[in-house]
């Protein structure tokens, strides 16, 4: 009897005693986290950290205390940060995750650390309660071949890091004749609107492509005037001597055409706008209605038969 109540009085004790140590429930508890791998971990990797935490009902996280995204040190970013929670009977389960990404480049092989982070949890009376996210070792590796090739070589080639990828090239062949297809079409289009438009200056060498330019520029006008006619009279001459390197008179027709012979077979029309030109400039006669116009008809025929090119003009 006397041995029964001293094994009862030691275990009192011991009841006791273990109840005056334990640690006391928090209402937050961290009961799971997952880091991932901690070595071997290169440049740009990315580092997914996971934590599970039972948090009393009653009480919610404070979003003030998460972790904020963006650039935490030179060489660690905190991409992003998810959580989501749910309730198990009387506790919330807040699932949080924490992406970051390294840009360490060590030259050999380095211990790292990512910083403990602090959480927050509060209840409606705004009792505080903190879980602590402890800090996280982890080993960092050069970016190296297994194999230092390149060392001590003397052709040229660069020891431990390889050669860049070559850009990946795309086949246009099958746009290429397409391509020349269309761009011989529009510079086609393009020569003949500048040719017949008379923007192709080496091409319009016979200067009576410039006086028919002239003489159509007057004929523009509705109510052209004498001075106007004479202009455009003028403007023939001007391509007549252009061409013969010489004023040209009427009495000079024969040794014009007989120095251009590819205008032979205009010479009556010419000879008929000496005459009609010599009317307008020395006797003062009213011109005929359609002087422009015959001009312009005979600008065209003497610059079809024109096959002179500049150099020689």
């Known amino acids: 009897m006397k041995l029964i109540n001293t094994i009862s009085l030691l275990l009192s004790l011991f009841l006791l005693s273990a109840a005056c140590y334990a640690e006391p429930v928090l209402p937050a508890q961290l009961i799971k986290m997952d880091q991932g791998r901690n070595y071997g971990l290169m440049v740009g990797d990315i580092i997914e950290h996971r934590y599970l935490i039972a948090v009393d009902e009653g009480y919610s996280l404070s979003p003030s205390s998460l972790p904020v995204e963006g650039e935490l ?11 989501t929670s749910e309730q198990q009977g009387k506790k919330t389960i807040y699932n949080l995750t924490l992406r970051y990404q390294t840009f360490y480049a060590p030259l050999d092989v380095r211990t790292l650390q990512i910083p403990e982070q602090q959480l927050v949890f509060t209840d409606s009376a705004n009792q505080r309660v903190e879980i602590t996210l402890p800090d996280w070792h982890f080993i960092m590796s050069p970016i190296k071949e297994i194999t230092a090739s390149g060392v001590g070589n003397n052709d040229g080639s660069d020891g431990f890091m390889k050669a860049d990828i070559a850009p990946r090239t795309h086949s246009l062949s099958r746009y290429q004749s397409p391509i020349i297809i269309y761009a011989s079409l529009s510079i086609l289009c393009l020569l003949i609107w500048a040719a017949l438009a008379g923007l ?14 002239q003489i159509k520029r007057i004929n523009r006008h509705k109510n052209i005037t004498v001075d106007q006619i004479q202009q455009g009279l003028q403007a023939m001459h001007d391509a007549f001597n252009s061409r013969a390197s010489y004023t040209v008179f009427a009495s000079q027709i024969d040794v014009f055409i007989q120095q251009q012979p590819q205008f032979n077979e205009s010479r009556t029309q010419i000879e008929d706008f000496f005459q009609q030109s010599r009317c307008v400039f020395f006797f003062d006669e009213d011109p005929k209605p359609n ?13 079809a038969a024109d096959k002179v090119v500049s150099g020689k003009s």
């Open 73 to 83: 040190t030179y060489w660690l970013d905190l991409n992003s940060v998810s959580m």
């Open 200 to 213: 192709l200056p080496k091409f319009d060498t016979s200067p009576f492509h410039t006086a028919r330019r």
């Open 291 to 303: 002087l422009l116009n015959d001009c312009i008809r005979l600008c065209d025929r003497l610059a």
